[in-house]
Nanobody, 126 residues
């Protein structure tokens, strides 16, 4: 069983940056893919970014590509989401997730991830 805890959310102004962190309860093996998802009030949970077990493959939704960067440090059991040039539309609860095996992305990706954190709130004011 993998337990995940997100941190780093907060209230920021449009154009600011935040870095989210997700720490696992045990070492993150290279065969665990990691993803970031977000959910705003009244909306479905949506895919944001994902990274393969070794960190060599990275994927982003069109809405964040070029602004967000996903990375991982398996020695620290941690995955990161660097968020730059934040917009009001980025306001949501952000969740990290993990799954064994290959990375999964896209609108149906959430159902493929087995382990989820509790979420961290990101609020962007304009």
């Amino acid at each position: 069983q993998v337990q995940l805890v997100e941190s780093g959310g907060g209230l920021v102004q449009a154009g600011d940056s935040l870095r989210l962190s997700c720490v696992a309860s045990r070492g993150t093996a290279s065969n665990y893919a990691m993803g970031w998802f977000r959910q705003a009030p009244g909306k479905e949970r949506e895919f944001v970014a994902a990274i393969s077990g070794r960190g060599t493959l990275k994927y982003y939704s069109d809405s964040v590509k070029g602004r967000f960067t996903i990375s991982r440090d398996n020695a620290k059991n941690t995955v990161y989401l660097q968020m730059n040039t934040l917009k009001s539309g980025d306001t949501a609860v952000y969740y990290c997730a993990a799954k064994a095996g290959g990375v999964t992305t896209g609108v149906s990706a959430a159902s493929k991830y087995n382990y989820w954190g509790q979420g961290t709130q990101v609020t962007v004011s304009s």
